[in-house]
Nanobody, 117 residues
Framework: QVQLAESGGGLVQAGGSLRLSCEAS????????MGWYRQAPGKQRELVAT???????NYANSVKSRSTISRDISKNTVYLQMNSLKPEDTAVYYC???????????WGQGTQVTVSS
């Protein structure tokens, strides 16, 4: 069993920045993909960014060049630095851990990000 705890969300003005954190606890494998997804009201959950065990990253086009995903393996923590925030970034942001071989997924409770215009 894996538990994920997100933090760092909040209310910011357009153009501001936030750093989201997700700490994983439980039986964590070295071979996992960690990432961030977001869901706005009335919309489907969408990928924001992922990072795998080798450090390879993947970003949604909408956040590319404005966001950086990183990880601290020793702390089982993944971060999402978001800059130049826009109102359309407003959503609940969810942390995900996915086992590379089995595909089993774990999700956090989410943290609210609200960007005011």
């Amino acid at each position: 069993q894996v538990q994920l705890a997100e933090s760092g969300g909040g209310l910011v003005q357009a153009g501001g920045s936030l750093r989201l954190s997700c700490e994983a606890s439980g039986s964590i494998s070295r071979f996992v993909v960690m990432g961030w997804y977001r869901q706005a009201p009335g919309k489907q959950r969408e990928l924001v960014a992922t990072i795998n065990s080798g450090g390879s990253t993947n970003y949604a086009n909408s956040v590319k060049s404005r966001s950086t995903i990183s990880r601290d393996i020793s702390k089982n923590t993944v971060y999402l630095q978001m800059n130049s925030l826009k109102p359309e970034d407003t959503a609940v942001y969810y942390c995900q851990v996915r086992r590379f071989f089995s595909g089993v997924e774990y999700w956090g409770q989410g943290t609210q990000v609200t960007v005011s215009s």
